[in-house]
């Protein structure tokens, strides 16, 4: 099992930063990959952000690429999130996923509880 808890968010204005932080800890030996990703809405399903490979190959989604920067810290198991120029529809929920694969090759996806992220103006 893999636990993973997030940090920050909060209230932030308008055209400000965000940075999230997220700690894993457990059986973290076999994660592939971390990722961020946010709900914005209860009913809408949740996008990715950002995620960062073990090779450290990283991708963005759409609606935050050249805002947002992702980064992992493999030695103190900690990914983090900084993304500038806040709009009010980055408003949402935020999660942090952890993935491994089973030796079936079947992704095992790993959740933090989520972290509120407000931006007001």
């Known amino acids: 099992q893999v636990q993973l808890v997030e940090s920050g968010g909060g209230m932030v204005q308008v055209g400000g930063v965000m940075r999230l932080s997220c700690v894993m800890s457990?059986?973290?030996?076999?994660?592939?990959?971390m990722s961020w990703h946010r709900r914005r809405s209860p009913g809408q399903q949740r996008e990715v952000v950002a995620?960062?490979?073990?090779?450290?190959?990283?991708n963005y989604g759409d609606a935050v690429k050249g805002r947002v920067t992702i980064s992992r810290d493999i030695a103190k198991n900690a990914l983090h999130l900084e993304m500038h120029d806040l709009k009010p529809d980055d408003s949402g929920f935020y999660y942090c996923?952890?993935?491994?694969?089973?030796?079936?090759?079947?992704?095992?996806?790993?959740w933090g509880q989520g972290i509120q992220v407000t931006v007001s103006s």
């Open positions: 996923n952890a993935r491994e694969y089973t030796s079936n090759r079947i992704p095992q996806d790993y």
């Open positions: 457990g059986a973290t030996a076999r994660i592939n990959h």
């Open positions: 995620a960062v490979m073990n090779s450290g190959f990283e």
